[in-house]
Structures are given as structure tokens and as C-alpha cells.
């Protein structure tokens, strides 16, 4: 792979994950947000560096659980975006594609009909009017024309991690609301791992590399527990020890949902005062978790 061609693919990853990261945002705040603002800006930064030359759209297909943009593949920008799956699915869009014309304001306009369920909006006889009606003229959405490959979750670890990351979303989700966490489901997907892990145990750790432009902290968090469950492993736990410590490992930052986002993704040094509000985290998540019912005190004692 050359310089530019890696330089490229970078790009396209950054787009991609970025484009997730912005509805996890509107699931955390409001249209105006410093951090909604921010998705949006780093989108059309990228989105014109990509939209030059011979190329004057982008089209970012849903195949699976993969996302394909400008025909390929992107394995790092899939591993988060189940969220993002899940909504295509239920509205039925097989790809988007975003024309070179395309700013910030049309670009959450249709972020934010996009998250909103409406079904509807997205069905072949409505959506050129639903588009023409939030002002996305450069925007284009296409219907999926035959069911996307579904393999097990059990036979596909890509899959797998997906379902650990969507489980930690939920839960920084849940946890900035003051709602309740649903450990039960944590327990599952920690489960499902060590399924994945008994069979093959380098599948998950291997995409674990891959997430390197991780936002919301959930890469560190998948890979503490990925690691966690090697060592107890290693150590000759039994099925119980393991489940315990995968998901006390995989809670373990649940307090950063606490966090003010300006702070835990700071570009650069904190100060004195942000140190000390980062440094309130593990406090806020044992505080979390003791407020769960029926949790296991590893969880507390691990964050």
C-alpha cells in the first residue's frame, strides 16, 4: 500500500466512524451541542477532501455488519456501528450517498430525520419528498434491494465485537440519562465472547487493533475486557470467575459517561482543574454501579 493510498483509506475510516459518532451524539445531546457541531464539522472537512477530482460523491453502503464507503470495505469504521445497522435496517436504506454540494446544516437535517425512526420518510414512495422537505438536495438515499447477510453471531466475531460495543453505547447512554444499566445484557455479550474466545482466541483481540480512532472510550474498554478475560483465563477461572470479570472489566469506565465530553476528548493538555474533574470517574462509576440492583460488587471494586 503507498503513502497516499493509506492516507486515503485513513480518510475514509475517519468519514465512516465519524458518521456513527454523530448519532451516538444526538442520542446525548442537543442539535447544537459542542459536540454534535464538532461530528458535523469533521464530516465535511473529510467529505470535501474526498469529494476532489473525478469523485464528486461519496456512497457509503450498509453490507451485513460491514460498512462499505467508495466501494470499500472499512473493518475499523464497522466495528461501532451497529447503532448505525440497526437504523438502515429498520428504514430499509441500502446506501447514502453524499454529493459534493453537501454542508453541515443539510448534513444534520438529514442526521436527525435519520434518528428519528421515521419508517416512512425512508420508503421508495416517499423519500424523494421527505428529502426535498428537510432541504437535503445533496443527499441521496437508496433502498436495500435484497437482505443483508446475516451470519450467526456465534460464527462471525465481527459481530461479536459489534455487540460489545452497542452494549457499552447503551450503557454511557443510559448512565448520562441516570437510568438504569442493563447488566443482564452486559453479562450476555461478555458470555458471547468467551464463546468466540474458547473457539478462536485471537478473533475479537485482532479487530480490537483496528479501533484506533475510538470516541466515547468504548475500544479501551472492550480491549480491558478482552484482556482480562486472557489472564483469569490463564489463571484457571472457572466459567463463573470469567463472567465476573468480563463484565467488571467491561464497566470499569462507565463513570467517564459523567465526564463533560469537552474534557474527556480534549485535543492537547488538560489543566489542573480538568485533571481533577477526569479524575472523578472512577468515583462517579462505582457510584453508578452501587445504584444498579442486584450488581456484583467486582463491578465496583474494578471501577
Request: net charge negative.
Amino acid at each position: 500500500m503507498t503513502e497516499a493510498t493509506g492516507a486515503l483509506l485513513e480518510t475514509m475510516e475517519s468519514f465512516a466512524h465519524e458518521f456513527v459518532v454523530a448519532i451516538l451524539n444526538l442520542e446525548l445531546h442537543a442539535p447544537q451541542s459542542n459536540a454534535v457541531q464538532e461530528s458535523l464539522r469533521n464530516l465535511t472537512d473529510w467529505h470535501r477532501e474526498l469529494t476532489t477530482g473525478d469523485r464528486d460523491a461519496l456512497r457509503l453502503v450498509v453490507d451485513g455488519d460491514r460498512l462499505v464507503l467508495a466501494d470499500t470495505p472499512l473493518i475499523g469504521a464497522s466495528l461501532q456501528a451497529k447503532k448505525l445497522i440497526e437504523i438502515t435496517g429498520e428504514c430499509g436504506i441500502g446506501a447514502i450517498e453524499f454529493g459534493r454540494g453537501m454542508d453541515s446544516k443539510e448534513l444534520l437535517r438529514f442526521l436527525m430525520l435519520l434518528t428519528s425512526h421515521q419508517r416512512d420518510a425512508f420508503d421508495p414512495r416517499n423519500v424523494e419528498a421527505a428529502m426535498q422537505r428537510i432541504g437535503a438536495r445533496n443527499i441521496r438515499v437508496e433502498p436495500r434491494l435484497e437482505a443483508p447477510k446475516s451470519p450467526c453471531a456465534h460464527d462471525d466475531p465481527l459481530r461479536g465485537y459489534q455487540n460489545l460495543a452497542d452494549c457499552l453505547q447503551e450503557s454511557h447512554v443510559a448512565a448520562s440519562r441516570g437510568q438504569s444499566l442493563s447488566i443482564d445484557r452486559a453479562s450476555d455479550v461478555v458470555e458471547e465472547a468467551l464463546a468466540h474466545m474458547n473457539r478462536e482466541p485471537s478473533s475479537l483481540l485482532s479487530l480490537a487493533y483496528y479501533d484506533d480512532i475510538d470516541s466515547f472510550t468504548v475500544g479501551h474498554s472492550i480491549r480491558v475486557a478482552l484482556l482480562a478475560l486472557q489472564v483469569a483465563r490463564a489463571a484457571g477461572c472457572d466459567q463463573g470467575g470469567l463472567m465476573r470479570v468480563g463484565t467488571a472489566a467491561l464497566l470499569h469506565d462507565i463513570g467517564k459517561s459523567r465526564i463533560p465530553q469537552d474534557v474527556l476528548f480534549k485535543r492537547g493538555p488538560l489543566s489542573d482543574e480538568e485533571w481533577k474533574i477526569m479524575a472523578m470517574h472512577p468515583r462517579l462509576g462505582a457510584e453508578i454501579l452501587v445504584e444498579q440492583p442486584d450488581i456484583d460488587p467486582t463491578a465496583i471494586g474494578a471501577a
